[in-house]
């Protein structure tokens, strides 16, 4: 089995980061974590990817004078490392159209919200104050226009009357954890692909599942 070369781009602890990690050391995954790349040097991540034997990179954002000075220097990382795919693990910098083009089909992130709903930020707040039952969070391919990129995976929770965004955050965020891992390796075992804007899939899947929401604990 030939695995993919996976670079993660984070710019805090790295949680999901660390789920990616996890998942890759089993022999059968089909993808290497071979770079942890962050803009920001004190990013707890870094240190959570070398104590897993994780190589690591930083390209401060802050020593570039321009987001293109600072994206070539993160090319040239992820060149030296032979890079062939981007996960994004909080990675909180806005990339460049040019940036994002050249890793066309081949850089995903993760959002805490069932795209399209809620893009950007504070989605737990928004679902809460929409008084929507269920929630989640969502893969998906990075295009130029944030957050909109083709949907590769999805994850549902319910939502509870007495959740607050803290509690609801809570319980996504365990669905990220399984999910991303769950995406990367379709992506790299072939399974899921991007084609003609929109992604593919070259198995069926059960159809038989659902979620209610409310039901009785």
């Excluded at 920001?40 to 004078?65: C, Q, S, W, Y």
């Excluded at 050249?102 to 992130?109: F, K, S, T």
């Amino acid at each position: 089995m030939t695995r993919r070369r996976v670079a993660i781009l984070i710019s805090g602890r790295g949680s999901n980061m660390v789920s990616l990690i996890e998942a890759a050391s089993q022999p059968d995954f089909p993808a290497e974590i071979a770079l942890v790349l962050s803009n920001r040097p004190d990013a707890a991540g870094l240190e959570r990817a070398e104590a897993a034997g994780i190589a690591t990179a930083i390209v401060d954002h802050k020593a570039h004078p321009t987001r293109e000075d600072f994206e070539r220097a993160m090319d040239a990382e992820l060149a030296s490392h032979d890079i062939a795919f981007i996960c994004l693990a909080g990675f909180m910098r806005v990339l460049t159209d040019g940036f994002v083009e050249r890793w066309a089909g081949r850089m995903v992130n993760i959002h805490p919200s069932l795209l399209p709903l809620y893009r950007g930020t504070r989605t737990h707040r928004r679902a809460l104050e929409d008084g929507v039952l269920v929630h989640g969070c969502t893969v998906h391919f990075v295009v130029p226009e944030l957050d909109a990129g083709p949907i590769i995976a999805q994850a549902v929770v319910p939502v509870v009357p007495d959740d607050t965004e803290e509690s609801l955050a809570a319980r996504v965020i365990v669905q990220e954890h399984k999910l991303y891992p769950h995406a990367l390796r379709m992506i790299c075992d072939g399974t899921a692909w991007l084609e003609n804007g929109r992604v593919v899939f070259s198995k069926g899947w059960n159809a038989s599942g659902s979620l209610h929401s409310p039901t009785s604990a």
